[in-house]
């Protein structure tokens, strides 16, 4: 199962959100602070505040920025 890191109200996230939704993947949505000092589960994850983040476990993949996380998407679950 896949997790997005995300927060409510950002456009990029949704993005993300939605194609996974389009592509059917089962992923656990994992809401963040809106405050970027606060989002220190974020920063122990990927090593960066900003979201999106995805995690794949079961390929070992950690990523940010909606674009690369898109293409990701396409090549693995598309």
Same mark, same amino acid.
């Given at each position: ?35 970027? !000092? ?7 994850? !990927? ?18 920025? !909606? ?12």
């Amino acid at each position: 199962m896949l997790e997005l890191y995300q927060l409510e109200g950002c456009p990029y996230c949704e993005t993300v959100a939605d194609r996974l939704d389009e592509l059917e993947v089962e992923y656990d949505s994992i809401w963040v602070e809106a405050l970027h !000092s606060e989002r220190d589960e974020v920063k122990r994850v !990927s090593g960066q505040r900003g979201v999106p983040v995805l995690v794949d476990e079961a390929y070992g993949v950690t990523m940010a920025e !909606s674009e690369r996380i898109l293409e990701y998407l396409e090549s693995t679950y598309a």
